[in-house]
């Protein structure tokens, strides 16, 4: 179990029979897009047990490589459910405030009284849309909501920087695209990732732009979910924008695994310049051994044609 399925273990309790049946209505309205909020406790248990681990997995992926480095003070988690968000961001940023904005008074609660119990030394505001944030995040959430440009602007007007997560698949991905082209095109925003540039998106007809991180499930998680293996892989999309300019340097971002054959690799980019490329390196290449160590989602820092 992870430290939130241990918590609600040992201090809100639970019936694995009643959280299964939690489990597929909450599953149930994802597949049917009738879901917002939970319905009850159980239900929210049922998040951390089914849900969390994954969405949690993919924020601290995401922080570990946008984040971590930044000066965090304050943090706008919109749509914060249980906390996930800021529970990753907990750890690296403690002692500083989080504003929680969330519809649902029962999430929203234990949202506060998680972060609290793991993070006492954090400040929790609820239901404060406060004057300036240095980061807000939309975490699983912006994607929901119908009126999104309302609340991206609700957002962006406050913050200095944004995460904006969503599940990786061609829906969420198309939802992504329209968020992208409205920062940049009508708010002057500067995307630090995951493109390295800011033309037009090469993938936005054939394809969409997504990737993955592995996550660990527990007993309790494979039951819940009929799994027999003991981990998951879970795709996500993602966009993280500035207000402040930053350059690359990177050459361009691995937007699917290598292909790893006897004598050569195969890659795809998406480059810095917005096109996508397929270059085969062989074993001759100067870069070869490093580019075999390469995973999906790593920028990749020498030009390569
Ligand atoms: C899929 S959950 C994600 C929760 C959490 N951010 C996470 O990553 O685990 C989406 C959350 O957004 C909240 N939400 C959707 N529309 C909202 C709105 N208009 N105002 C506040 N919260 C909203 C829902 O209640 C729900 O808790």
Known sequence: MNFLQQYVHEYLGWNIKDLKISSQELQHGYRTRTRTGYKDKQQIQAYVFTRFPATYQVC???????????????VL???????????ALSKYFENIEYFLIEQDKQAKDYAAQFIKHFYPKNVIQQDILPEKVDLGVFSYSLGESDNWKKHLDDVWSRTNHLLIVEPGTTAHFQKLLKIRDYLLLKKDAYLVGPCYHSQSCPLKEKDWCHFSVNVPRSKEHKILKNAQRGFEFEAYSYLF??????MHDEFGRLIASPRIHGGH????????KGEIIEPTISKSHQDYKQLKKSVWGDGIKNELH
Do not use: Y
């Open 241 to 246: 924008f500035s207000k402040t300019s930053k």
């Open 265 to 272: 690799i195969n890659l795809k980019i998406c480059t810095r």
């Open 77 to 87: 988690d919109w749509g914060c459910g249980i906390g996930t968000a800021s529970l």
């Open 60 to 74: 601290l992926q995401l922080i570990g490589e946008h984040i971590k480095e930044l000066e965090i003070n304050s």
